[in-house]
């Protein structure tokens, strides 16, 4: 009589050590990411949203970045960035619209409503952006600024255009409203007529008095922030 063949306790696996290494792996990124999510979620203090987007762009804050698209929330101290082509629209809570440009970075320093000692401070790195406010009200008197690397920019229930034109210059145009002040180390200078604007070459030097921009340049500030249809 044969001898019956004795089964193996040790079967061979029909996936390779490293095939099996990378399907946990792969569930073990799955499970963390799974259960990391709504600590995240629950950390973020949304400051407005995210009402139109055009090509990519993504909020970064530390280490995790997020695209951008309709409805995404945005929180203090997100940096957004905007790649080539792209445009995002921003609404915040106060109902302030803020556009931004291709190839910016920009980002919300302090968004405090209803504070004493609150107030709003946005910040452009680089690039070009929008910004139409809404109620300003809800400040209680408290400044809406937007810092940049030449001047900083404060607003008064307005709607105006700022960025890059060109590498070296900032420049400003009132669009509408009730104004715009700009101040860097050298001075202080105020735009309350539409469609005036200044052009600034440096954070030492005053700001020049306003001008009004030809046509042609305004064309060329408003299209850096257009949709396309």
Same mark, same amino acid.
């Given at each position: 009589?044969?001898?019956?063949?004795?089964?193996?306790?040790?079967?061979?696996?029909?996936?390779?050590?490293?095939?099996?290494?990378?399907?946990?792996?792969?569930?073990?990124?799955?499970?963390?990411?799974?259960?990391?999510?709504?600590?995240?979620?629950?950390?973020?203090?949304?400051?407005?949203?995210?009402?139109?987007?055009?090509?990519?762009?993504?909020?970064?804050?530390?280490?995790?970045?997020?695209?951008?698209?309709?409805?995404?929330?945005?929180?203090?101290?997100?940096?957004?960035?905007?790649?080539?082509?792209?445009?995002?629209?921003?609404?915040?809570?106060?109902?302030?619209?803020?556009?931004? /440009?291709?190839?910016?970075?920009?980002?919300?320093? &302090?968004?405090?409503? /209803?504070?004493?000692?609150? =107030?709003?401070?946005?910040?452009?790195?680089?690039?070009?952006? &929008?910004?139409?406010? =809404?109620?300003?009200?809800?400040?209680? /008197?408290?400044?809406?600024?937007?810092?940049?690397?030449?001047?900083?920019?404060?607003?008064?229930?307005?709607?105006?255009?700022?960025?890059?034109?060109?590498?070296?210059?900032?420049?400003?145009?009132?669009?509408? =409203?009730?104004?715009?002040?700009?101040?860097?180390? /050298?001075?202080?200078?105020?735009?309350? &007529?539409?469609?005036? =604007?200044?052009?600034?070459?440096?954070?030492?030097?005053?700001?020049?008095?306003?001008?009004?921009?030809?046509?042609?340049?305004?064309?060329?500030?408003?299209?850096?922030?257009?949709?396309?249809?």
């Amino acid at each position: 009589m044969k001898t019956p063949k004795t089964l193996c306790p040790h079967r061979s696996s029909p996936f390779g050590p490293v095939v099996l290494a990378s399907i946990l792996s792969l569930f073990l990124s799955l499970f963390l990411a799974l259960h990391a999510a709504p600590v995240f979620a629950a950390e973020v203090e949304s400051v407005g949203h995210v009402t139109r987007v055009q090509g990519v762009s993504f909020a970064v804050q530390g280490s995790v970045l997020r695209p951008m698209g309709i409805n995404a929330l945005i929180s203090r101290k997100d940096v957004l960035k905007t790649g080539p082509g792209a445009r995002l629209e921003i609404t915040l809570l106060d109902e302030t619209r803020l556009t931004l /440009g291709a190839d910016t970075i920009f980002s919300v320093e &302090r968004y405090d409503l /209803g504070r004493q000692q609150g =107030g709003v401070l946005l910040k452009l790195t680089k690039g070009v952006f &929008r910004v139409a406010t =809404g109620s300003l009200e809800s400040l209680r /008197g408290a400044p809406f600024e937007v810092s940049t690397p030449l001047a900083v920019v404060g607003i008064r229930g307005t709607d105006f255009w700022g960025g890059y034109l060109s590498a070296e210059e900032l420049s400003v145009l009132l669009i509408s =409203g009730k104004g715009v002040y700009i101040v860097n180390d /050298g001075g202080r200078t105020e735009i309350v &007529r539409p469609m005036e =604007g200044v052009n600034i070459r440096s954070a030492s030097s005053p700001p020049p008095a306003p001008s009004l921009w030809s046509p042609d340049r305004r064309a060329a500030a408003f299209k850096t922030v257009a949709f396309d249809e």
